[in-house]
């Protein structure tokens, strides 16, 4: 019940303002965008398709948020490491 | 693939491990469980248990809508299937949930006409070309799904759709949270919350759960990152004594969820009273129904449905594993009479359920767990530290 | 509405009869560190229970049975090997290696009942021919005549049977076989969606070697000749039930000067397999099995075209189960991986050709996939059919 993919809204289709098209790595789909009516998406925006409807718009800015703690993360994993190897170094 | 990939990086989930390792107290072992479905699948499909301290076990709890749907609503909806000129439709998931006379999948090779959909909206369709037919669609799911199914709804009664109908059992996920949390057997020190359900409903539906239990919770994502960082996060909280509700998956996931999902949901159904859960046993108030407006799109009012209680065979412990209770090995059953070829139990049948991921995906991970050990007692290599590679 | 319960169907009774009789003691555990003796008896059990002589629970065939997982090998083996066992069909290869009049061939046949009949990238016709041929082809085979028994359906326009007769004649030309003998049959409306064909093959087996996945042995690794998954995607979409575009075409082609170039250049093969229904994990698990091995294989390593798997996420599906049709795994002896890889990116049609992984002593039977992230998951044999899965 969980399967939600990101995808990016690619273009609404005229006749139907609740529908548009979606591209999911290069695959499009015409999804129902009628649950974010309160703050459509426009073309460029990504939003979480479940079951054929967006569920949600994704805030890239709280993805790009997510991902820096992830590297600041990594580098101090990484420092960490390096330090670690070189103190092997007797 | 954009915001899957990023979230996949082998290099930092060793980073993370190693802060949760640091995090866990010496002597002292945690249960945090792991609400929904998608996430036991994705933790076993990438062997996220690898990553964890050997004292922190992560629970299955019973967010798999196929699994909690009991004996008899599937033998009510293989009889709605059955009925003279009625196309069932459903979701790939239910097509192998064994009723008391085989599945879905069974019915189709005996010739009832049973067809799986994607969308609720591939129903509709599937209606308007058929005319002459009445179709059904077989609604599951928690509050992830059920805003789509309350669309179509409002889709159906637009277009004054006359053969179309639902068959409606979407449960809402608190409920079934604060019986696990009641239940004597269980002592969890934390949980993940739901992903996608959050979408819908927020995060503040969580909020009893620190405040009235004590019990931290992290809303988290659906990548093997996303759920490291919000075990790490619950574990952050243990260390520092806190309990709250924090959102990891802030990305997708609106603090006050979607209110036009749930207002499509408020205007076409309604909480039943009580419903049964497969091993849950009745709870009050955690599922719901279509409205009265919309009795004309209730295949529950349009049909004459068995509703007989089945109770679950006895050689069946899938309730015990829902909760949380016992592994999915520790059922008498798993593996030999129960398999995903022949599933006894929804928990085998659905590829969320904790005993098909298990047995799927998982049944080798603690021999890895017992290599690296393994590796890590034997002289290290320079710069390695001993960590699973 | 009744209240009350009811006891379930005696199904589940009888499956709980069956294990239990079947139950042996437990053996003494093997003392693996890291894991309790209960959970490591109830695996010794599972495992006990996976090797169990295969029966047909099923009292009617269910679509399972033909999508090239589990059921189908439980029902070929309960059903077909029972019937005729003798041992040319034993090995159950791709093509049968036969001895006759001094000549060693190859014989084998196929079934096709694809739906749509035309597709991006070919038609049934295509497959009708490649198909058959790839079969020998990894056999070691050089083929040389089809067979084709055509099923009509009534009410078929003729002038599709045209495209797909002519669809034929240029792929076997292209494969350099000659089709010499045919059947057609008509059937009412409603039966054969349409068309269905049958094609046999022979070739003859040239080469003094013999293939078969039975003999892959640990160190030897494994090869495939390109991205996965990309015909059984383009049916799906091609289906238009599900509303998707997307750029796939199927990977539809004649296999044999592609397998020719690989045996030429290594001596070591050990096996070659054509991967079509079940996907690249059927196939691994065939290795498993029959040589009672454990294969471990890479994510990272697997070539899957970016729509491809844009399409199988979009569904919920895995790739490695998905259907290819002109595409091979090979099995090679370990030392020779490097000249198998270079053998098969300089054929056009192993241009992305790519070592996945490789079998091992550990875990007989099974077969592990390292995921991208660094865990392992075990692939097992496929269960019912690929369904698009919401969650």
Known sequence: ?90 | MRFVDEFRDAEKAHALAAKIAALAEPGRRYKIMEVCGGHTHTIYKHGLEDYLPETITLVHGPGCPVCVIPMGRVDDAMHLAAQPDVIMTSFGDMMRVPGSNGSFFDAKARGTDIRMVYSPLDSLKIARANPDRRVVFMAIGFETTAPSTAMTLLRAAAEGLGNFSVFCNHVTIIPAIKAILDSPDLRLDGFIGPGHVSTVIGCRPYEFIARDYGKPVVVAGFEPLDILQSIYMLMLQLAEGRSEVENQYARVVPWHGNLVALRAIGQTMELRPYFEWRGLGFISHSALRIRDRYAAFDAERLFEVPGVRVADPKACQCGEVLKGVLKPWECKVFGTACTPETPIGTCMVSPEGACAAYYNYGRMHRQRVAEAAAAAAAPPAAGNGGLPS | ?391
């Open chain 3, 1 to 391: 509405m009744t209240g009350g319960s009811e006891a379930p169907g005696g199904w589940i009774a009888e499956a709980l009869r069956e294990h239990a009789e079947q139950d042996q003691p437990d053996q003494a555990d093997l003392g693996r560190p890291g894991m309790t003796d209960r959970e490591q008896q109830v695996l010794d059990r599972i495992d006990r229970a996976r090797r169990r002589r295969p029966r047909v629970r099923e009292d009617r065939i269910t679509m399972s049975h033909g999508a090239g997982g589990k059921a189908t090998h439980t029902l070929i083996e309960a059903i077909f090997l029972e019937a005729f066992r003798n041992p040319l069909l034993e090995p159950l290869e791709d093509a049968a290696s036969l001895a006759l009049g001094g000549s060693r061939l190859a014989l084998t046949t196929d079934s096709y009942v694809v739906s749509p009949l035309f597709f991006p990238g070919g038609c049934i016709g295509d497959l009708a021919v490649n198909g058959t041929v790839n079969d020998l082809a990894v056999a070691g085979a050089t083929p040389r005549f089809l067979s084709a028994g055509f099923i009509l359906e009534e009410g078929f326009p003729v002038a599709d049977l045209a495209r797909i007769a002519a669809a034929i004649r240029d792929a076997a030309a292209a494969a350099g076989v000659a089709v010499v003998t045919g059947d057609t049959k008509v059937v009412e409306r409603g039966k054969a969606d349409g068309c269905y064909i049958n094609t046999a093959g022979v070739g003859v087996i040239e080469r003094d070697v013999t293939l078969g996945v039975a003999r892959a042995r640990p160190g030897d690794a494994i090869l495939v000749s390109g991205p996965i998954g990309d015909h059984g995607v383009t049916i799906m979409l091609a289906r238009g039930e599900l509303d998707i575009e997307a750029d796939v075409t199927s990977d539809t082609a004649p296999l044999a000067g592609l397998a020719a170039a690989l045996l030429d250049a290594v001596p070591g093969v050990r096996a070659m397999r054509d991967a079509t229904r079940g996907g690249v994990a059927t196939i691994l698990n065939e290795i498993a099995r029959s040589a009672g091995v454990g294969v471990v294989v890479s994510e990272d390593d697997i070539p899957v075209r970016p729509a491809v798997r844009g399409a199988a996420e979009l569904l919920g599906i895995d790739p490695m189960y998905v259907a290819c049709e002109g595409r091979m795994v090979a099995v090679v002896e370990g030392g020779q991986a490097d000249a198998a890889l270079a053998a098969l990116r300089a054929h056009p049609l192993g241009e992305q050709a790519a070592v996945i992984g490789q079998v091992t002593g550990e875990s007989p039977g099974v077969v592990r996939l390292k995921t991208a992230f660094g865990g392992t998951r075990i692939v097992d044999l496929l269960v019912g059919d690929p369904l698009p899965r919401i969650c």
């Open chain 1, 1 to 90: 019940m969980c399967l939600g993919i990101p995808g990016e809204v690619v273009e609404f289709l005229p006749e139907q303002p609740d529908l548009a098209k979606v591209d999911v790595s290069g695959v499009r789909r015409v999804i129902n965008v009628g649950l974010l009516a309160d703050a459509p998406p426009q073309p460029g925006d990504w939003v979480l398709i479940h079951v054929g409807f967006a569920l949600s718009k994704i805030d890239e800015g709280e993805a790009a948020a997510a991902l820096q703690f992830l590297e600041g993360i990594g580098q101090a994993y990484a420092d960490e490491l390096a330090a670690l190897a070189e103190s092997q170094i007797e």
